[in-house]
């Protein structure tokens, strides 16, 4: 009878710590619904200085690396990178929590896009994060928004299982995608003049007296001649408020050979001065921007004091709100010059568009012979 019960009590401890096993198991990190795939790793997020992105082929895309002058990509020249980007991919990794396991099969990882990138079929990327030199993570990125805009397919690189994942992730499988692309974000409102001069000499000006007007005039519109509609060249005047690239080059590597530049000048009322210098050139558009403060400009648009204060939004009053103080408008300057002084830039079609545009872009078509020109 003792040792009937002794074996029971045996039977009972040996399922116990099966059981424990098994629970145990389930639970560790990175392994059960719920758990973060890749423990540890949000809490050593500050310590990643280089972030490599690899795509099929094992091919490199982006090298983002953290040094004195902050993020950068290798694969540009050392260009800014995008950290905003950066910051939430980093994040969204080290956040990444399970949905449910998946294949273990190789032979199925193609359907995830979860295959090792050595393979020229691969779908995913892998992206390793080190820091010091040393490894803390990688992890390959298959399909996104599988389940939900949210959620993705991740593999631990050397691991079997691939995971169905909560995981906001948005990785571009470009170079350029990880690039801080933002070049200038100078208002409209700021800008008083832009003169568009042409290797052949010809020029374009557009002119605002004061600040607040609703549109820019054109000057030297011929007689006979009329714009194409109001306010036909406020686009110009926008362009740099939203100066995007497409793609950028080290300054000290650009050969545009006997090309000449169109140049556009955009003054401020503050005092800035943008010049963009545009170059046709066989492989596409570049640009050039450079920068510098002018006194006698901010001078020029100086708001005159009013005896009385005017009632309603008068002219002044909006030139004063656009305005900034010329010792900040001398600070903008040298910052541009820093960030965009050594760098040629690729920028979209339409951009390019308005920073050559002509004279005759902007009128309405000559009438034909024999008839008036329509009145607007």
């Given at each position: 009878?003792?040792r009937?019960?002794l074996?029971?009590?045996?039977?009972?401890?040996?399922?116990l710590?099966?059981?424990?096993?098994a629970?145990?198991?389930s639970?560790?990190?990175?392994q059960?619904?719920?758990?973060?795939?890749?423990?540890?790793?949000k809490?050593?997020?500050?310590?990643?200085?280089?972030?490599v992105?690899?795509?099929?082929?094992?091919?490199?895309?982006?090298?983002?690396?953290?040094g004195?002058?902050?993020w950068?990509v290798?694969?540009a020249?050392g260009y800014?990178?995008?950290?905003?980007?950066?910051?939430?991919?980093?994040?969204?990794?080290g956040?990444a929590?399970?949905?449910?396991?998946?294949t273990?099969?190789?032979?199925f990882?193609?359907?995830?896009?979860?295959d090792?990138v050595a393979?020229?079929s691969?779908?995913?990327?892998?992206?390793d994060?080190?820091?010091?030199?040393?490894?803390?993570?990688?992890?390959?990125?298959?399909s996104?928004?599988?389940?939900?805009a949210?959620?993705?397919?991740?593999?631990r690189?050397?691991?079997?299982?691939?995971?169905?994942?909560?995981?906001?992730?948005?990785?571009?499988?470009?170079?350029?995608?990880?690039?801080?692309?933002?070049?200038?974000a100078?208002?409209?409102?700021r800008?008083?003049?832009?003169?568009?001069?042409?290797?052949?000499?010809?020029?374009?000006?557009?002119?605002?007296?004061?600040?607040?007007?609703?549109?820019?005039?054109?000057?030297?519109?011929?007689?006979?001649?009329?714009?194409?509609?109001?306010?036909?060249g406020?686009?110009?005047?926008?362009?740099l408020?939203?100066?995007?690239?497409?793609?950028?080059?080290?300054?000290?590597?650009?050969?545009?050979?006997t090309?000449?530049?169109?140049i556009a000048?955009?003054?401020?009322?503050?005092?800035?001065?943008?010049?963009?210098?545009?170059?046709?050139?066989?492989a596409?558009?570049?640009?050039?921007?450079a920068?510098?403060?002018d006194?006698?400009?901010?001078?020029?648009?100086?708001?005159a004091?009013?005896?009385?204060?005017?009632p309603?939004?008068?002219a002044?009053?909006?030139?004063a709100?656009?305005?900034k103080?010329?010792?900040?408008v001398?600070?903008e300057?040298?910052?541009?010059?820093?960030?965009?002084?050594?760098?040629?830039?690729g920028?979209?079609?339409?951009?390019?568009e308005?920073?050559?545009?002509?004279l005759?872009?902007?009128?309405?078509?000559?009438?034909?012979?024999g008839t008036?020109?329509?009145s607007?």
């Amino acid at each position: 009878m003792r040792r009937r019960s002794l074996l029971i009590l045996l039977a009972v401890l040996a399922g116990l710590v099966a059981l424990a096993i098994a629970v145990s198991f389930s639970q560790r990190p990175g392994q059960g619904a719920g758990a973060v795939l890749l423990p540890g790793l949000k809490q050593r997020l500050n310590d990643v200085d280089s972030v490599v992105v690899h795509g099929s082929g094992d091919r490199v895309l982006a090298t983002l690396e953290r040094g004195q002058a902050g993020w950068t990509v290798r694969e540009a020249g050392g260009y800014p990178a995008d950290i905003g980007r950066l910051r939430r991919n980093l994040l969204a990794l080290g956040e990444a929590t399970i949905i449910e396991e998946k294949t273990s099969n190789p032979e199925f990882y193609d359907r995830l896009r979860v295959d090792d990138v050595a393979k020229d079929s691969a779908g995913g990327l892998r992206l390793d994060l080190a820091s010091g030199g040393k490894t803390i993570a990688s992890i390959i990125v298959g399909s996104t928004g599988v389940s939900g805009a949210d959620s993705a397919y991740l593999r631990r690189a050397g691991e079997a299982p691939s995971w169905l994942v909560k995981a906001a992730l948005d990785l571009p499988r470009e170079t350029s995608g990880w690039l801080d692309k933002s070049i200038t974000a100078i208002p409209a409102s700021r800008i008083a003049t832009v003169t568009i001069t042409h290797p052949d000499g010809s020029t374009l000006r557009i002119d605002k007296a004061r600040a607040g007007e609703a549109d820019f005039r054109v000057e030297g519109v011929p007689a006979g001649r009329e714009l194409a509609f109001p306010g036909a060249g406020n686009a110009i005047a926008a362009t740099l408020a939203d100066l995007a690239l497409d793609s950028v080059e080290p300054l000290a590597k650009f050969a545009p050979g006997t090309v000449r530049p169109t140049i556009a000048r955009f003054e401020t009322f503050d005092g800035l001065v943008v010049e963009a210098s545009t170059w046709q050139l066989p492989a596409g558009a570049r640009l050039r921007v450079a920068a510098r403060a002018d006194p006698a400009l901010a001078a020029r648009y100086a708001p005159a004091p009013a005896a009385t204060p005017a009632p309603g939004p008068a002219a002044e009053t909006i030139a004063a709100a656009v305005r900034k103080d010329f010792a900040e408008v001398q600070a903008e300057a040298g910052q541009l010059n820093a960030r965009l002084g050594g760098w040629v830039y690729g920028i979209p079609s339409y951009k390019v568009e308005q920073l050559t545009r002509r004279l005759d872009d902007l009128l309405a078509p000559k009438a034909a012979p024999g008839t008036a020109a329509p009145s607007r």
